[in-house]
């Protein structure tokens, strides 16, 4: 069984299906964004023949669009979707299909391609189209989002926009267990980084920290486990909810440090963008509590940080901030994510080039700034000679 999540209701599963949603959207045509190669023979492709059925002619399959999806990708589907009248998308995949979903809801119809990206590029504010995003992978939380992602020369944008927020998400854990574990693997850690992350965000509120709780609780329970039972659907049910509930965390607070770094990691070296940010997150259990002082935060009061950096580490479980860093370690171990990377030369400029493409915005929303030496120490625990 799925559950139907809507925005306009904070927090509320809606008892509809996902047929009498449809039919209240009563579309002309549906388009349906697909992942290029995972969809074909999987179980999200069966569940939405059957889910379709009354409105098969109306559907329109469209994957022609990169993994990271970039300019060029945004700008041929514009040119090829231009002359259906979609009024309702269907994304269903991994975060960047529901991405490159939340960026067509914006723009199709109303640019007809984007050019001088990104000189003369403003965040859009308006969209006629309806989405439901449908996540496979277990989850990245991009459902709940109204961020999306788009890149130009491998260079990484993010786009925001409150008419992108997909209207509706379905969480059907059949569609996600037969992901593989790797794909899982760094999913859940993402998922997992946002709600910490979201908790000790200089933007938290008390919504967003409601929401990383839950997202925690859920995550926590499986994760020490996770390898063994990663196909086991009660267990990829809970995971799910709890990256929905990472997304709505970070959709109020934004993430920290631990995103800030991962973006050029992912870029430089091709590794999956969860797997990336879990590399450093350990890491900030330590900085975001022992090295806050009234000098060092960027946020207003350094005694209510330290009580949210403690009652984290309480909701967790695992002890003091360096056995929070061990306990994380461990946990990417046990999962299969390497927290090194190997490089045999010009070990300088590499590092070089990662601090000077540290995502600044998200490095701000840390509860503790950062110089540029930190930034490279990280860095040098990460990559290595
Ligand atoms: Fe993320």
Same mark, same amino acid.
């Given at each position: 069984?799925?559950?139907?999540?809507?925005?306009?209701?904070?927090?509320?599963?809606?008892?509809?299906?996902?047929?009498?949603?449809?039919?209240?959207?009563?579309?002309?045509?549906?388009?349906?964004?697909?992942?290029?190669? =995972?969809?074909?023979?999987?179980?999200?492709?069966?569940?939405?023949?059957?889910?379709?059925?009354?409105?098969?002619?109306?559907?329109?399959?469209?994957?022609?669009?990169?993994?990271?999806?970039?300019?060029?990708?945004?700008?041929?589907?514009?040119?090829?979707?231009?002359?259906?009248?979609?009024?309702?998308?269907?994304?269903?995949?991994?975060?960047?299909?529901?991405?490159?979903?939340?960026?067509?809801?914006?723009?199709?119809?109303?640019?007809?391609?984007?050019?001088?990206?990104?000189?003369?590029?403003?965040?859009?504010?308006?969209?006629? $189209?309806?989405?439901?995003?449908?996540?496979?992978?277990?989850?990245?939380?991009?459902?709940?989002?109204?961020?999306?992602?788009?890149?130009?020369?491998?260079?990484?944008?993010?786009?925001?926009?409150?008419?992108?927020?997909? /209207?509706?998400?379905?969480?059907?854990?059949?569609?996600?267990?037969?992901?593989?574990?790797?794909?899982?693997?760094?999913?859940?850690?993402?998922?997992?980084?946002?709600?910490?992350?979201?908790?000790?965000?200089?933007?938290?509120?008390?919504?967003?920290? /409601?929401?990383?709780?839950?997202?925690? $609780?859920?995550?926590?329970?499986?994760?020490?486990?996770?390898?063994?039972?990663?196909?086991?659907?009660?267990?990829?049910?809970?995971?799910?909810?709890?990256?929905?509930?990472?997304?709505?965390?970070?959709?109020?607070?934004?993430?920290?440090?631990?995103?800030?770094?991962?973006?050029?990691?992912?870029?430089?070296?091709?590794?999956?963008?969860?797997?990336?940010?879990?590399?450093?997150?350990?890491?900030?259990?330590?900085?975001?509590?022992?090295?806050?002082?009234?000098?060092?935060?960027?946020?207003?009061?350094? =005694?209510?940080?330290?009580?949210?950096?403690?009652?984290?580490?309480?909701?967790?479980?695992?002890?003091?901030?360096?056995?929070?860093?061990?306990?994380?370690?461990?946990?990417?171990?046990?999962?299969?994510?390497?927290?090194?990377?190997?490089?045999?030369?010009?070990?300088?400029?590499?590092? /070089?080039?990662?601090?000077?493409?540290?995502?600044?915005?998200?490095?701000?929303?840390?509860?503790?700034?950062?110089?540029?030496?930190?930034?490279?120490?990280?860095?040098?625990?990460?990559?290595?000679?």
């Amino acid at each position: 069984m799925y559950k139907i999540f809507s925005q306009a209701k904070v927090d509320q599963r809606i008892d509809h299906d996902f047929l009498k949603i449809i039919k209240n959207f009563a579309p002309d045509n549906i388009l349906v964004l697909t992942g290029k190669n =995972s969809f074909k023979n999987s179980e999200s492709r069966n569940f939405l023949i059957s889910e379709f059925q009354e409105y098969y002619e109306k559907v329109y399959f469209y994957s022609d669009f990169e993994n990271n999806p970039n300019i060029q990708d945004l700008n041929r589907a514009l040119k090829k979707l231009a002359s259906k009248n979609f009024k309702l998308i269907v994304a269903c995949g991994g975060g960047s299909v529901i991405d490159f979903a939340k960026l067509l809801k914006v723009y199709l119809y109303k640019e007809k391609s984007i050019s001088n990206f990104p000189d003369e590029f403003e965040n859009p504010t308006e969209s006629e $189209i309806s989405l439901i995003a449908i996540p496979t992978t277990a989850g990245t939380g991009s459902e709940a989002t109204h961020f999306s992602v788009l890149y130009d020369k491998n260079i990484k944008y993010s786009i925001a926009s409150k008419s992108m927020t997909p /209207e509706y998400s379905i969480l059907n854990p059949s569609l996600c267990v037969g992901a593989n574990f790797k794909v899982k693997s760094s999913c859940i850690i993402d998922a997992f980084s946002q709600a910490i992350e979201s908790y000790w965000s200089v933007n938290a509120n008390r919504t967003s920290i /409601e929401f990383a709780k839950k997202s925690i $609780i859920l995550i926590n329970k499986h994760i020490d486990n996770f390898r063994h039972v990663h196909n086991d659907e009660d267990v990829i049910r809970d995971i799910l909810l709890g990256a929905h509930y990472s997304g709505k965390a970070i959709n109020e607070s934004k993430t920290t440090a631990a995103h800030a770094l991962s973006y050029s990691i992912t870029s430089l070296f091709n590794i999956p963008h969860g797997h990336a940010v879990g590399m450093s997150l350990g890491e900030f259990f330590v900085i975001n509590e022992l090295s806050a002082s009234v000098n060092s935060i960027n946020c207003n009061d350094l =005694s209510s940080h330290l009580k949210r950096m403690k009652s984290l580490r309480k909701l967790l479980g695992w002890g003091d901030p360096d056995s929070c860093n061990t306990k994380w370690k461990s946990i990417m171990k046990k999962l299969g994510l390497n927290i090194q990377i190997k490089v045999d030369e010009n070990y300088k400029n590499i590092i /070089e080039r990662l601090v000077n493409s540290v995502n600044i915005e998200r490095l701000n929303n840390n509860p503790v700034s950062l110089s540029k030496e930190n930034i490279a120490d990280l860095y040098k625990n990460i990559i290595v000679k």
